[in-house]
């Protein structure tokens, strides 16, 4: 009999993957760093002047004086068109981010949130605002040059190059956005995605090796959410200094409530580890992400799919695309082990094992919603039967089952609801490009 207690786990684990699935840290650290900045050109200011008054080379004084006022005119034009900039920029952005949450899924927008060129931007953007004000608040009237005043000449030359900055990646902005509206370059974000979480998945063989006894379950304590990571390396070294072996239940991706068991504890009932280390090792989240997920680039590419076969989209090129990147996916795992990881400690003992999707699994994620609404788009019947032959060419015997089951479930799906024989013929054709 298993006995059960509670860990509530932190909702930032690991830290890199939820400050890129936030867009306030890059511009408040930005904030932050132009602050230092500007300190840094202050002082350097200080330091030009006070070299130059005891040289008494007043000359380049008034020069500098004369250089940093005509620069006033456009340092004031900068912080006063700034903010208006940003407001009117972002502003379309959301208009675009709305179209193609509506366009192919809301899942996208996260690509938006994600997007590096996006952070950078607005960052850059308010710093510029932010250090405008400042240089402007530098500026000293006294001109009079026996009597060096403050002559912000770095601030300024500074803040120009920050305007010039800014207008570049504005331009790369304005790219990126008009790309990520497009269809092609959104799945293929998704699936470059989708491909790095299966470079860090460790390929492993099976280890058939049975588990001790269960022991305890720890179940889940706070608020309900999706298991969106957990830390691996701190699970194990928890699990190695108790000698048990840890057994993750759900799968990441996985929706959880208060009480659902999350982890169970194999070994000895008297090393059972504490709910307190254990909980800063699991994270719960509000969605699911790329970090550790699967499954989640099909589920993606999925919604984009079935979005654009639907009767008030009606756009079967697009599913196509997804079903190309779908097939993409999947044939790069076609050779892989899949299902349960078994994380081993540095002596090679189990110490952790990770349910995960099999390849049945990720076959019906990929392919089961698609071919059901495929019947009437012969584009894109044709296009999953040319994708059914493609992947059977080359799966190992013993994944081909799930795949000529999607086949022959195609084909009796066109067959029993087209009623004309050429019809029927042309739809189960495969087909590349669908209708090519």
Same mark, same amino acid.
């Given at each position: @009999?298993?006995?059960? !207690? ?5 909702? $930032? ?17 930005? +904030? ?14 200080? +330091? +030009? ?19 940093? /006022? ?6 004031? !034009?900068? %912080?006063?068109?700034? @903010? ?14 709305? #179209? ?56 300024? *030359?500074?803040?120009?190059?920050? #305007?010039?900055?800014?207008? $570049? ?11 990520? @509206? ?12 989708? #491909?790095?979480? $299966? ?59 208060? *009480? ?7 070994? /000895? ?17 509000? /969605? ?28 079967? !090129? ?39 999707? *099999? ?14 609404? %495929? ?9 999953? #039967? ?22 022959? $479930?195609?084909?009796?799906?066109? /067959? ?21």
């Amino acid at each position: @009999m298993s006995s059960r !207690t509670y860990l509530r786990p932190r909702p $930032l684990s690991p830290l890199r993957e939820h400050l890129r699935d936030t867009f306030w840290f890059a511009p408040t650290f930005s +904030l932050a760093l132009v602050v230092v900045v500007w300190l840094a050109a202050d002082s350097v200011d200080t +330091l +030009l002047l006070d070299a130059l008054r005891d040289d008494g080379d007043f000359a380049s004084v008034r020069a500098l004086q004369s250089w940093a /006022e005509d620069a006033k005119v456009i340092v004031t !034009t900068i %912080a006063s068109a700034m @903010m208006t900039f940003i407001g009117v920029v972002f502003s379309i952005s959301l208009v675009a981010v709305q #179209m193609a949450a509506g366009n192919f899924s809301p899942r996208v927008v996260r690509i938006f949130i994600r997007s590096r060129t996006s952070k950078l931007t607005f960052s850059v953007f308010l710093s510029t605002f932010v250090l405008s004000l400042l240089v402007l608040g530098s500026y000293d009237s006294e001109t009079n040059p026996r009597r060096v005043a403050s002559v912000p000449f770095v601030q300024s *030359g500074v803040t120009l190059l920050m #305007m010039l900055l800014s207008l $570049l990646l504005f331009i790369a902005y304005v790219t990126q956005t008009l790309q990520l @509206m497009k269809v092609g370059p959104v799945v293929d974000r998704i699936t470059r995605e989708a #491909m790095g979480v $299966l470079d860090r998945v460790p390929a492993q063989e099976p280890d058939l090796a049975a588990l001790p006894p269960e022991v305890a379950r720890l179940g889940h304590r706070g608020r309900s959410g999706t298991l969106r990571d957990v830390h691996v390396a701190r699970l194990v070294r928890a699990a190695r200094r108790k000698g048990v072996v840890l057994r993750l239940i759900p799968r990441v991706g996985d929706f959880v409530v208060p *009480g659902t068991p999350v982890l169970a504890v194999h070994g /000895e009932r008297e090393a059972v580890p504490s709910p307190t280390i254990l909980r800063s090792a699991v994270s719960i989240g509000v /969605e699911r992400t790329f970090h550790r997920d699967l499954g989640f680039g099909l589920r993606q590419l999925s919604d984009i799919g079935l979005r654009a076969m639907s009767a008030a989209v009606n756009d079967p !090129t697009t599913a196509v695309q997804c079903i190309d990147r779908i097939v993409q996916f999947l044939a790069a795992v076609s050779h892989r082990p899949l299902g349960a990881l078994h994380h081993r400690d540095r002596r090679g003992a189990v110490r952790l094992v990770q349910d995960g999707p *099999g390849w049945g699994d990720l076959v019906d994620l990929g392919f089961a919603e698609i071919r059901r609404h %495929a019947v009437r788009d012969p584009q894109v019947s044709r296009r999953l #039967m040319a994708g059914f032959d493609d992947l059977l060419r080359f799966v190992p015997p013993e994944r081909r089952e799930p795949l000529e089951r999607h086949r022959a $479930l195609l084909v009796q799906a066109v /067959e029993r609801t087209v009623p004309e024989a050429v019809d029927r013929a042309f739809a189960l054709e495969p087909d590349r490009q669908g209708i090519g």
